[in-house]
């Protein structure tokens, strides 16, 4: 089978709204992609770095709508992951996509967040996702992802493209993290939960704890630990990959 991991690290300039979400450019995309590309290698997978804009819609982040719209990607790949450019891959992660097949499920690390509370409270925990009002609690707590690390297939894009193909008639407040959970909830596409040590989530309290890192296999630099220059986070990733040169000087 043909696999690729795709990342997307576009200028923001090239959009109506460069500050969607507080989202912007930061060095930390130069260890994603170089672990990454390294992974790709170790495993004989495809790597692709998207830096030019082709959906133009909002934010840099709405371009992974691409995989469903362009059937062309599904010519050449059975299984595609996406991957946020701030997501680190381990050097002794094993590869995700063995023993996966190119079914209709749609694949992705398990989301604790919700499978470990009652459907209750996940319903409270979705109540940011301006479209969670649309669907059961049950449905958030047993099928919300967190975005930042998936696994397409082409029967899975096609069952979800009608819902998806409506992603620029989205309100202005609706983000596409949102967009794509309403879309898996509503389609019916199966989701099949990974290993959720394929996306672990580096939290500030994370920061006092970085021997967990022997035990996960991606590590999700999420939120605004990575625009800070003092943040504990960068000697890990220099210790990582000292032959990356990143200038932390523009952090604030």
């Not at 923001?12 to 994603?32: A, D, K, W």
């Not at 495993?43 to 830096?51: E, F, P, S």
């Not at 609690?137 to 297939?153: D, H, Y």
């Not at 009608?162 to 596409?176: G, M």
């Amino acid at each position: 089978m043909k696999n690729l991991v795709i990342q997307y690290y576009i200028d923001t300039n090239f959009y109506t709204q460069p500050n969607f979400n507080n989202i912007g450019p930061s060095p930390i995309e130069q260890y994603s992609s170089y672990s990454f590309q390294l992974y790709c290698k170790k495993h004989n997978i495809d790597y692709m770095k998207i830096t030019m804009p082709k959906i133009k819609f909002r934010h840099p982040t709405w371009e992974r709508f691409d995989l469903w719209e362009d059937r062309s990607w599904w010519d050449r790949y059975d299984q595609i992951m996406y991957v946020d450019s701030d997501v680190i891959a381990m050097p002794h992660s094993p590869n995700i996509f063995y023993g996966l097949r190119p079914d209709e499920s749609f694949k992705s690390p398990v989301y604790r967040k919700y499978r470990s509370v009652s459907p209750e409270q996940a319903k409270i925990l979705a109540e940011k996702n301006l479209l969670s009002h649309e669907i059961d609690a049950i449905e958030i707590r047993n099928k919300f992802i967190q975005p930042g690390v998936f696994i397409l297939s082409k029967l899975c894009t096609e069952k979800m493209l009608p819902l998806v193909s409506e992603f620029k008639h989205t309100a202005y407040n609706i983000d596409d993290g949102m967009f794509l959970n309403y879309c898996l909830v509503k389609s019916g596409v199966p989701l099949m939960d990974l290993d959720y040590r394929y996306n672990y989530k580096a939290t500030r309290k994370f920061n006092k704890r970085f021997n967990i890192l022997k035990q996960i296999y991606f590590l999700h630099c999420a939120g605004g630990k990575k625009h800070e220059k003092g943040a504990a986070i960068w000697p890990v990733l220099q210790s990582l990959y000292p032959t990356i040169n990143v200038n932390l000087l523009d952090l604030r």
